[in-house]
């Protein structure tokens, strides 16, 4: 069985007090509603679901959507978020088991062995050519054939170095359906992308340069949750920007205002849009 099968179950997790009020309300009913649920969350990406998987779960489990969504909503043992929702208990659990399944993959990964072309040795080779080739290999592993591992970086340096590869942070623009936003705004898409990373807890999830490509191309794909949020901010932004630079559709030299070449008095209030023209006579802008 493969391992992305597998999470961490607290033997005494009946006996929380959320657990304790599903189970005096519901019964072994919602317990096994809530084990249900945990089962599909860990197969989902970053142990997180959409709500619209509580129909197909409800038709495998014999009972109704509405049961499983009051079991998500109405007993704090899920966090719902927009149309997603994830068990903040299952992800701080899983976060230690993760990491140590990374790291003990690393410790497994084979030795490499600089083998000569001597290596390959005739079927009638000599028992001196065969003692003198067993020593070379002794010899390799004495010297430390296995090429020395990286140290693990922090997760902001893998962020950092990431937004640094051109070829793939582009990619990922083109992927991302953001246009033009995204050309303008990448720095920030990256900072966006730091703070989800805390707010999720996926710091130490993050192991390699692949890990953190990995998630930034589903945070930043076209039609997530996550994509839509930076869209948000990023034009919530850029509107408060605009709302305290007063003179976004004026030309300012020098201290001299300007529209199209026209010179703006400087009692003049903020030209209020681009097609605004000023009026001397009446000392205001018109259409």
Same mark, same amino acid.
């Given at each position: 069985?493969?391992?992305?099968?597998?999470?961490?179950?607290?033997?005494?997790?009946?006996?929380?007090?959320?657990m304790?009020?599903?189970?005096?309300?519901?019964?072994?009913?919602g317990?096994?509603?809530? @084990?249900?649920?945990?089962?599909?969350?860990?197969?989902?990406?970053?142990?997180?679901?959409?709500?619209?998987?509580?129909?197909?779960?409800?038709?495998?489990?014999?009972?109704?959507?509405?049961?499983?969504?009051?079991?998500v909503?109405?007993?704090?043992?899920?966090v719902?978020?927009?149309?997603?929702?994830?068990?903040?208990?299952?992800?701080?659990?899983?976060?230690?088991?993760l990491?140590?399944?990374?790291?003990?993959?690393?410790?497994?990964?084979?030795?490499?062995?600089?083998?000569?072309?001597?290596?390959?040795?005739?079927?009638?080779?000599?028992?001196?050519?065969?003692?003198?080739?067993?020593?070379?290999?002794?010899?390799?592993?004495?010297?430390?054939?296995?090429?020395?591992?990286?140290?693990i970086?922090?997760?902001?340096?893998?962020?950092?170095?990431?937004?640094?590869?051109?070829?793939?942070?582009?990619?990922?623009?083109?992927?991302?359906?953001?246009?033009?936003?995204?050309?303008?705004?990448?720095?920030?898409?990256?900072?966006?992308?730091?703070?989800?990373i805390?707010?999720?807890?996926?710091?130490?999830?993050?192991?390699?340069?692949?890990?953190?490509?990995?998630?930034?191309?589903?945070?930043?794909?076209?039609?997530?949750?996550?994509?839509?949020?930076?869209?948000?901010?990023?034009?919530?932004?850029?509107?408060?920007?605009?709302?305290?630079?007063?003179?976004?559709?004026?030309?300012?030299?020098?201290?001299?205002?300007?529209?199209?070449?026209?010179?703006?008095?400087?009692?003049?209030?903020?030209?209020?849009?681009?097609?605004?023209? @000023?009026?001397?006579?009446?000392?205001? @802008?018109?259409?």
């Open positions: 069985m493969k391992n992305d099968n597998f999470f961490k179950h607290d033997a005494s997790a009946c006996n929380g007090e959320k304790m009020n599903l189970i005096d309300k519901e019964g072994l009913r317990y096994g509603a809530y @084990w249900v649920l945990l089962e599909a969350l860990r197969k989902g990406a970053d142990l997180c679901c959409p709500l619209s998987i509580l129909q197909s779960l409800a038709v495998r489990s014999r009972v109704r959507a509405s049961y499983l969504l009051h079991i909503q109405d007993f704090g043992l899920f719902v978020e927009k149309d997603h929702f994830y068990s903040p208990g299952m992800k701080r659990r899983m976060s230690t088991y990491l140590s399944s990374k790291l003990e993959s690393v410790k497994k990964r084979p030795k490499v062995l600089e083998m000569s072309e001597s290596s390959a040795v005739p079927a009638r080779i000599t028992e001196k050519n065969r003692t003198e080739k067993n020593i070379t290999v002794v010899d390799s592993n004495i010297g430390g054939g296995q090429i020395p591992l990286k140290p970086m922090g997760w902001e340096a893998l962020v950092n170095e990431m937004a640094l590869c051109e070829d793939y942070m582009n990619q990922a623009g083109v992927h991302s359906g953001l246009g033009g936003l995204y050309l303008r705004c990448r720095k920030r898409i990256v900072g966006l992308f730091k703070t989800h805390q707010l999720q807890g996926k710091q130490e999830n993050l192991l390699t340069l692949g890990d953190v490509k990995s998630y930034f191309t589903n945070f930043i794909a076209a039609g997530t949750v996550t994509n839509r949020k930076v869209r948000e901010a990023l034009q919530r932004e850029k509107l408060e920007e605009e709302r305290f630079d007063f003179h976004r559709f004026e030309t300012v030299v020098d201290g001299q205002r300007s529209y199209l070449g026209h010179l703006i008095p400087n009692d003049a209030p903020p030209r209020p849009d681009p097609s605004s023209v @000023w009026d001397n006579l009446l000392k205001q @802008w018109h259409h």
